[in-house]
């Protein structure tokens, strides 16, 4: 595999996604896919073999042998199976910012943009913000696609800019969209002896405990004495989300047999409504995945009405099982 000297972690995984350095036995797929959606890259003729392998053999080598290359670029992978690309490109080191560019095999674009799209962003950020530690990320885009501003808002990008009548396209003057998103800190750290008190706020929140399954009264010494067994417990994981340096919610995984573990999360109620739970999800299983490589699914349960959960774990690819009292939502690795 080539290595990028500027990175410490070359392999970004989720379940059965990752980014891997960019691969020459992928390059003629990407060389199909680039000249199937030319109408919204910026390329304007096809390319031919030769010119990919001449790409592949000149500007791509020397990626790998340059201290602060102009770009990374990346394999997409599903299952060890390249079904798409991109990276960071335009990087200006100077600033700290980079472009996102990505396609995605042309077949998925119609039935799984969405989730591919938005896959490819998270495990592209870890790069960007953790290992880069880049200021700031942006896309640049032709607005010939609106169903790639729902996803980047989904993962916190926000609309900085509409250069309109921008670019020609088929004789046509188009806007050209940024969308940019910050580094501002957005992490998850371990649970600490700390956080004793918020955790036992937001266990005894009335807004909170509106979709708790267990509704008996939590007394202060009770909360702790659990609190503390979570935190020695080693079948447990437990994982405090911070922004901006803030506690905004919390996320355990409690490990069972048969290699499964069992999520249990929940937002300070004052940061509802704001994507808080699906980034918690996201970010979460992502470092679970890395620290207990041997659990092989993860499930939650979730009561009916509780909408909003019921959204996010089924945006995130979760298949759900209806029971007598709750919806079970399953993942396997």
């Known amino acids: 595999m080539n290595i990028y000297k500027a990175i410490n972690k070359q392999t970004v995984c989720l379940g059965q996604y990752k980014i891997v350095p960019i691969r020459f036995e992928d390059r003629y797929s990407i060389l199909e896919w680039r000249n199937e959606q030319m109408y919204h890259l910026r390329q304007k003729e096809k390319i031919s073999k030769n010119e990919q392998d001449n790409y592949f053999n000149t500007v791509v080598k020397n990626l ?12 997409y992978l599903k299952n060890e199976k390249c079904i ?5 490109v335009h990087i200006n080191w100077k600033k700290k910012e980079a472009e996102i560019s990505f396609i995605m095999q042309t077949i998925l674009e119609k039935e799984q943009f969405d989730f591919n799209w938005s896959m490819f962003l998270v495990l592209i950020e870890k790069i960007a913000f953790i290992d880069l530690n880049l200021s700031k990320i942006n896309t640049y885009a032709f607005d010939l696609r609106p169903h790639l501003y729902p996803v980047l808002i989904n993962n916190g990008f926000t609309e900085e800019k509409r250069l309109k009548h921008h670019v ?50 939590i007394k202060k010494q009770e909360h702790k004495n659990w609190f503390l067994n979570q935190l020695k417990n080693e079948k447990c994981v437990y994982f405090i989300l911070m922004d901006n340096n803030k506690q905004i919610g919390s996320i355990r995984f409690n490990i069972e047999e048969n290699k499964t573990a069992l999520i249990s999360y929940l937002i300070d109620s004052k940061h509802h409504g704001k994507g808080y739970g699906k980034r918690i999800l ?30 996010i774990f089924e945006k995130l690819n979760f298949e759900k099982q209806e029971q007598k009292d709750s919806i079970k939502y399953f993942y396997q690795f």
């Open 64 to 75: 790998f042998l340059e201290e602060n290359p102009p770009q990374f670029l990346f394999s």
């Open 282 to 311: 996201q970010e979460a299983i992502f470092c679970f995945k890395r620290i207990k490589k041997e659990v092989e699914s993860i499930h939650g349960y979730v009561m009916p009405e509780n909408i909003a959960s019921c959204k």
């Open 168 to 217: 020609e396209i088929d004789s046509k003057k188009t806007d050209v969209l940024i969308h940019s998103k910050l580094n501002k800190g957005f992490n998850l750290r371990p649970a600490t002896i700390d956080d004793e008190e918020i955790t036992y706020n937001w266990a005894t929140d009335s807004v909170i405990r509106k979709y708790a399954f267990q509704q008996n009264e």
């Open 84 to 88: 798409g690309y991109g990276g960071l």
